[in-house]
């Protein structure tokens, strides 16, 4: 991701950033850094002091739309505090030069993260600062960002534990709190591999043949044949019970939706469905009904081919 400060304070909100990514202790931003050096997104940021920094090429936008877009977010944070009237002229700018993040973004997403409307690449973006960034930078974004890029390059973000067991990669699904750390948890005492507990990237295409990427807590990646899509249900019994494809490929979007930061366009929308339905198509999928005990891996082991 190719960082580009349009004002003094922009440069200055980046530097805060990338210091703050730099920090062991900040392990969330250091993987957002990581995660934003493996993305091909251009994101110009301007801020509403009124120093310019950098003189952008003509190429990248035409250069009376950055004065403009530049003035509106002026006033927006500055009279359009009080007049309603002059806020609004200074959006209408910015919807003329910028399309959000989300189509929801009133309720849901970022009106401050904008693609820009005259880039035929759909590959630069810019983000208006407020200068009440925790972190410098709008983080949530750029994580959604990051996420987009995978989802345009035939990666789908999947919410679940990733755990490799007898050379073959296993995906345990569910939502926040269903289980899938404590899988992972029991399974490692087994001395099967974790690649991630909370998130990861599937190839949408011969998914049984490519590399799968954690992107939850490390980026790290895995040639092990991905095997089987498991849905997590706590229970007081072991038990799997087979998904159909259609079973499957809706699950899986809702494991994806949850994940992605904003609700998303319709044209990402059905590329995400037709990745997943290439997801499902290739592997199996199945209810995992588990105590909290190991056993369930005897029944994946009788039940689940390799």
Partial sequence: MKILCYTSYADKAYGLFKKAAS???????????????????????VSHYPLIHEKLNDDWCDQQKLIDLHAA??????????DRKVRENGWAIIDSIGEPLSPDYENKGSSFC???????SGKRFFVLLTGYETDGLPVYDLNFLCNLWQLENGYT??????????????LFCGPHASGKST??????????????????????????????????????????????????????????IP????????????????????????????????????????????????????????????????
């Fill in 114 to 120: 904008r693609k820009l409307l005259s880039d035929p």
């Fill in 23 to 45: 920090n062991k202790t900040h392990q969330r931003l250091s993987l957002l850094y990581k995660k934003m050096k493996l993305c091909d997104y251009q994101i110009l940021l």
């Fill in 157 to 170: 973000p999947i919410h679940s534990a990733s755990i490799i067991h007898k050379g073959n990669l296993f």
């Fill in 73 to 82: 977010l002026v006033n927006i944070l500055g009279e359009g505090l009080k």
């Fill in 183 to 240: 899988i992972a948890r029991m399974s490692k005492k087994r001395h099967d591999t974790i690649l991630d507990e909370d998130l990861v990237l599937i190839p949408s295409l011969h998914a049984t043949h490519s590399i799968i990427r954690a992107w939850g807590y490390s980026l790290a990646t895995s040639a092990a044949p991905l095997c089987a899509i498991l849905k997590i249900v706590q229970d007081d019994d072991n038990c799997l």
């Fill in 243 to 306: 998904m159909t494809q259609t079973e499957t490929a809706h699950f899986l979007v809702e494991r994806s939706i949850e994940v992605m930061g904003y609700p998303l366009h319709n044209y990402m929308m059905n590329k995400l469905f037709k990745q997943i339905a290439a997801i499902a198509r290739h592997l199996p999928g199945y209810e995992l009904h588990f105590q909290k005990s190991p056993d369930f891996w005897e029944l994946i082991d009788e039940q689940v081919r390799a």
